[in-house]
């Protein structure tokens, strides 16, 4: 016999929690900056979602590279529902920035790491086939 208690949600995935907001809201869909404590206002509106979730799902949302770019040029912050609900401030633009230009940084710094192993990679293989021609010729000069 199993036990539920009331209080018992349907486990949704950050993922899937953040499409259906995507879904729901204007905000999310034209991924506008968020009001400050608009998960406050979520979980009235779905109480249904976990909190710890929900979090997890925005802290992606407001992560991404979209998002960031937007907060970047945003003066205006938003609700649920599209609603000005407040401003961005130039330190919040400010720290967007920078976290652009770090992402960046390290995606141009990984590529670069990338290209100059696959150059290493293929230095090697031309010296081996470079080897290999050789003692082919040796092999055929000397061998009888």
Known sequence: MTTETPSAKPALEPRALLQKLQEQSPTFRDCK?????????????????????????????????R????????????????????????????????????????????????REAEEVERKREEAERRRGEKLQQLMTKFGK
């Open 33 to 65: 900056p968020l009001a400050i404590r608009i998960d406050t206002n979520i979980l009235e509106r779905f109480p249904e979602f976990e909190k710890k979730t929900l979090r997890s799902a925005l802290r992606m949302h407001t992560a991404s590279t």
């Open 67 to 114: 998002y960031l770019k937007a907060m970047e040029k945003a003066t205006e912050r938003f609700d649920f529902e599209g609603n000005v609900a407040g401003e961005v401030t130039e330190e919040q633009r400010a720290h967007a920035s920078a976290t652009l230009k770090e992402r960046f940084a390290a995606a141009a710094k990984q590529q670069r790491a990338k």
